[in-house]
């Protein structure tokens, strides 16, 4: 076992890389160019840093390597571990109820049993590779215990920690049978963020509940053991956002340009094509989408002569049961759409279930005259980014839901409710029917704000954060706040 230490490590359930093993059982890396990684790289590079993660494999133990730069860790995840705290306890447990329980979430003790456990292999592996005093930064919902776990064993450690799913209301978060171990867990960390300013007042709210600590935005004072010194947790919003630079110069490439045209063309040249881009996930509001739509073709509203729907449905999580019977209920959709309005030759939707590369998503995007994102909950939305930093021409309208991280900054988008079929029936008509100086005026208000908080800006101005909590590191604690000025609430008689 190498000894070897990092002065900065992040730590997510998912490795940047992962390990694929062909027919002829010989193993390679594949990288997944995800925004995470693009915008950590240079951080990593200059900061001798590690990932440390699962390379998503079950029962494979594998040495730490190298990887464009950066250390990669594996963390070992059984068949059995990945039932019960990937897919039980992080997926059909905290997911629904995180994202305001669209689903039901189901309870099971040895799910979270599991949970605990996992969350302690990750810390362990944390602890052991970073050096004195390195930033840790915890990525998201499966590993909400780590932070507390590394203090605990690792006290010198700077520790941030980001949710990239939305963080309930307390009336939500409170059917958690485990919620104030998850409180605890987080404030383990020196900075929490969230995606929405809501998402971190809610977070604050349950602290105050559950733990009656005082907060005051976005502090939080969590008392030290045994009349210890307290610390000070900043819990506040950094919205997320993607390598806005590169993905606009992928969709300006002719290749993907002409691809576009292709696209169009094969579709049959209709007047207009709506896009939908989605994991294949309940959060993510498929259903209304295609009812409202659907409903727009039984009225006589559009025909099928001029409108086409593709909708990228990508797999996911195919062995949790909801999301099975989730897909037979889009496809069954899908399919009477297209019976009862399709000709033989126009289809009312094109559906694909299955991944694209990066080229040929953002060709579709170059494609789509409407952009339809209507999730019911979505900590942030990449997708509805992605559309506009495709959109160099400053054409292309974006219809978004207001449940969506990405709807407190887009503000130029066609704002909808998606449980308001008539209003998202009213949306789409006016985006299809939208003059080109409207179009134009609201794509680059929103190229603007897509410009301006790329994902470098969200990785600066979060590390900035928790190296300003460095310098109060080592003052004895937090400075006594005037007492009236924080809000502090009786937590619930136990
Ligand atoms: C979680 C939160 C938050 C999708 N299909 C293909 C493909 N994608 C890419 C998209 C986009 C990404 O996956 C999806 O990101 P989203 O943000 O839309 O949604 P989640 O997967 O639910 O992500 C979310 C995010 O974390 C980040 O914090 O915004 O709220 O739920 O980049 O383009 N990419 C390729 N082929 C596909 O078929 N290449």
Do not use: C
Not at 463 to 478: E, K, M, Q, V
């Amino acid at each position: 076992m190498s000894d070897e230490r990092y002065s900065f490590v992040v730590v997510s359930n998912r490795l940047p890389v992962d390990r694929v093993v062909d027919e002829a059982g010989n193993a390679s890396w594949k990288q997944s160019p995800g925004g995470l990684v693009t915008a950590l790289e240079p951080v990593m590079r200059a900061a001798d840093g590690a990932w440390v993660g699962w390379a998503g494999q079950a029962d494979v133990d594998l040495e730490p390597f190298d990887n464009a730069g950066i250390r990669i860790v594996p963390v070992p995840l059984s068949e059995s571990d990945l039932e019960l705290y990937y897919e039980g306890f992080s997926n059909d447990t905290l997911w629904p109820l995180y994202h305001d329980v669209i689903a039901q979430p189901s309870y099971h003790r040895e799910w979270w049993d599991r949970y605990v456990q996992v969350n302690r292999r990750f810390a362990d592996a944390v602890a052991r590779i970073s050096d004195d005093a390195a930033t840790v930064w915890v990525q998201d919902y499966q590993l909400q215990l780590v932070p507390a776990m590394l203090r605990e064993r690792r006290p010198d450690l700077l520790i941030g920690f980001f949710n990239h799913i939305p963080f309930p209301a307390y009336g939500i978060f409170s059917q958690l049978p485990w919620r104030t171990q998850i409180v605890d867990g987080l404030l383990g960390a020196d900075v929490v963020g969230f995606q929405r300013v809501a998402d971190a007042g809610n977070f604050s709210r349950a602290v105050r509940r559950l733990k009656g600590y005082a907060t005051k935005t976005p502090y939080i004072d969590v008392p030290g053991v045994d009349g210890g010194a307290s610390r000070r947790v900043i819990a506040r919003a950094f919205p997320i956002s993607i390598d806005t630079r590169s993905f606009e110069e992928l969709a300006a490439r002719p290749d993907v340009q002409e691809r576009a045209a292709q696209i169009r063309h094969d579709l049959g040249n209709p007047k207009t094509i709506l896009l939908g881009v989605d994991r294949l996930d309940y959060t993510k509001g498929i259903g209304h989408r295609l009812k409202a739509y659907g409903e727009l073709l039984e009225d006589g509203r559009l025909s099928v002569e001029d409108v086409t729907l593709v909708q990228v449905a990508t797999p996911s999580r195919e062995r949790v049961e909801s999301y099975r019977q989730l897909r037979d209920e889009i496809e069954l959709t899908v399919g009477r759409i297209n019976g009862d309005f399709g000709t033989i030759s126009h289809q009312a939707i094109s559906y694909l279930h299955h991944g694209f590369p990066r080229e040929e998503m953002a060709a579709l995007y170059v494609a789509a005259d409407v952009m339809l994102v209507t999730a019911l909950r979505d900590g942030m939305n990449l997708v509805a980014k992605e559309y506009v930093a495709a959109r160099a021409d400053e054409d292309g309208v974006l219809i978004l839901s207001e449940f969506t991280g990405a709807s407190d900054e887009l503000r130029a988008a066609l704002l909808v409710n998606p449980h308001d079929i008539d209003g998202v029936k009213d949306a789409i008509l006016r985006a299809i029917e939208m003059p080109r100086q409207e179009r134009r005026k609201r794509m680059r208000s929103l190229r603007k704000k897509v410009a301006e908080n790329d994902v470098n800006h969200w990785s600066d101005t979060f590390l900035a954060t928790l190296d300003g909590s460095r310098a109060r590191i080592g003052w004895g604690g937090a400075e006594p706040l005037d007492a009236l000025e924080w809000t502090i609430e009786r937590p619930p008689r136990s």
